[in-house]
C-alpha cells in the first residue's frame, strides 16, 4: 500500500466507530438475556454461535421460525441468539415482556434472546462492537443493514463471516459451516 494514503487513513479514522475494545474473545463481553439476567457467552464455547438482530414488526419476523428450525436441527453444536433492535424502522418497540411473549406464542422460540439493544451509531452495544469492526474480530469490518443480519462465531470463538437479512438461516452459506 502505498506509503501516503496509510497514513492519511491512519491520520482519518474515526476514533468513535473504530475501538479496540477490553476484551480477549467474544466470550469476555458482556450482555444480558431478555429476562434482564447476565447471558454468560463462555458458556457456548465448543459451539457456533449465530448472533441476529431481530424485530417483531419487519418483513423479516418469519425467519424466527427458520432460525429455530435450524436451532432445533444443530443444537449439539450450535446456539442462535436473537437480539432485538428498534434502529431499523422502529420495527421492535415493544417491552421485553412483549418481545418474549412475541417469539414464544408466534414462533415457539427457544433459543437465548437478549436484551433490546443499539447494533450501530453511537450507543452501539460491545457485542456490535466486536462483531462489526475487524480491530476487534481480526477478520472484518461490517455494518447492520437491517434487521434479521446474521453474524456467524466458529467453536473457537473466531469470527466466520456475516449475512445479509436476504440470507435465509437454512441457506448452506450458513449451514455448510455446521457439518461435523
Not at 456490535?128 to 480491530?135: A, C, D, N, R, S
Not at 466458529?154 to 448452506?172: N, Q
Amino acid at each position: 500500500m502505498n506509503p501516503m494514503k496509510l497514513f492519511f487513513q491512519t491520520l482519518f479514522k474515526n476514533p468513535k466507530t473504530e475501538t479496540k475494545m477490553a476484551v480477549d474473545s467474544i466470550y469476555d463481553i458482556k450482555i444480558k438475556s431478555l429476562q434482564d439476567q447476565a447471558l454468560d457467552l463462555s458458556q457456548y464455547k465448543g459451539k457456533y454461535l449465530l448472533f441476529v438482530n431481530v424485530a417483531s414488526k419487519c418483513g423479516f419476523t418469519p425467519q424466527y421460525k427458520e432460525l429455530q428450525e435450524l436451532y432445533d436441527a444443530h443444537k449439539e453444536h450450535l446456539v442462535v441468539i436473537g437480539v432485538p433492535c428498534n434502529q431499523f424502522g422502529s420495527q421492535e418497540p415493544g417491552s421485553s415482556e412483549t418481545i418474549a411473549e412475541f417469539c414464544e406464542v408466534n414462533y415457539g422460540v427457544s433459543f437465548p434472546i437478549t436484551e433490546k439493544i443499539d447494533v450501530k451509531g453511537s450507543q452501539q452495544h460491545p457485542l456490535y462492537q466486536w462483531l462489526t469492526q475487524k480491530i476487534n474480530n481480526g477478520q472484518m469490518d461490517s455494518s447492520v443493514k437491517w434487521n434479521f443480519q446474521k453474524y456467524l462465531i466458529d467453536p473457537k470463538g473466531d469470527y466466520v463471516d456475516y449475512y445479509l437479512s436476504t440470507t435465509s438461516p437454512a441457506s448452506s452459506k450458513i449451514t455448510k459451516h455446521l457439518k461435523n
